[in-house]
DNA sequence: CATTATTGATAGTAATACTATTATATTTGC
DNA sequence: GCAAATATAATAGTATTACTATCAATAATG
């Protein structure tokens, strides 16, 4: 995948100024990364941010106008390069099961650096994204940031699961809900598998959420 | 179920004073119940709390230490709540099947306000577990809470109701991701339902996500 | 009715989430 | 290669938040 030349875009409302412009918008992104990741969302601040790229704060809020809308931008990011494995995940595949199969395994294993992206590391953002990517929906400005947009990378990806489903079985009922809970489930699922040990199942394998989803949407759909 | 003597235990690690204890206690419960849902977790504050209850908000700081504990009370006291529910609802069947039809009709359907305690109006509590509950566990103190059993009555629904499951067929593998997935899908289904209309199903029923689980689950373990 | 516990009233503090201003680099167009 | 535009640094300042502290007033209890 390396030299390809991919690039994730982000919707221009979600930045004051696009932090792929530039070096300092880059390492503003790639170190929040970091640092959510290490403090947490709630310690986790734009002057704390400022000592560990040697800049003041101010500077970083040319870039966002407010630390969630850096987590609201890696929660976009996110889904949006979520869509394009997904795209390049089931492309080769002729049949739809073979398609919907690849789906869930891409949605729901850990996930592996991609080394296309240089200032993102994908296996922290994700733990981000497990850890901290609720507070971006679960929120009072989640309607408006809906009409901006935000969400459209992450339905995108539910209605092209979504869309396999239908095409092995026209009947099934509930798509869009099986996917979404596919989807958010398996965030929520490796969460809590990592706090809560015991709200999960005994096998500990790096599969079991993916075994666990493909078991269970294909005996809901035929 | 009126002038029945219940009273939904909170363990005792999760406030400084039991509010259950005094009149201000109780005022301080009902009204940030209230105020949560109506401003959000961020906006809410004591001091806008201590203006609702004719308080200064030095006072509501002798019950809990802080709004997040306050969250958490409110949280344990919930599933506390539907721990009570799913036993009463269920206990009357004598099938493992018609339990686990009750049980997940029960945790997968609007709630209705419950008479018997009168301080906590169950309808707005659950909106606040819809939208803001998820606060809770996603937080860097989730261990340390966890070990104070903060999460027991959350995780002895999903434990009873994974064994109806088991009851019903024991090779099942994955009895306890299931429940899991279904509890904690039902919340955020309804969260998403009510924001991205389009991420779920048409149909717009009251009961469509009971339906969905319901025919769900039981394709899942036979 | 005296002691104790509870609440009210008020003040204060450190940190947070920004905004504003001016100086200094750096880039860009010509 | 130099002026003009732009980006960043350095610093200061503000309103709000999330508490903590103190002491007086009131209510409950023995």
Known sequence: MKNLQIHITVSEDLYLKNPESSVLGKKIVSKS????DQLGFEAFTFK????AIGSP????????????????????????WMEYRLVFGTINHTSAKE???????????PIETDQTFEHIDEVILNRIIVAESIKVSHNK???EQ??????????????RVSAFISQINPDYPYPNMLVFAMVDGAIEQSHFASH????????????????????LIFKAIQ
Do not use: H, M
Request: net charge positive; aromatic share 16%; glycine share 2%.
């Open 99 to 109: 398609k919907l199969k690849s789906a869930i395994t891409l949605l729901c294993s």
């Open 141 to 143: 400005t989640v309607d």
């Open 33 to 36: 990364i970091e640092l959510i």
């Open 196 to 215: 809560f040990p015991k709200t999960t199942d005994e096998i500990n394998s790096k599969t079991i959420i993916a075994d666990f989803y493909t078991d």
């Open 57 to 80: 704060e101010s500077s970083v809020y040319r870039y966002f106008d407010s630390k969630r809308s850096l987590l609201v931008y890696l929660y976009a990011w996110y889904w949006s």
């Open 146 to 159: 809906n009409q901006k947009g935000l969400f459209n990378p992450f339905k995108q990806v539910i209605e």
């Open 48 to 51: 704390k941010l400022g000592i």
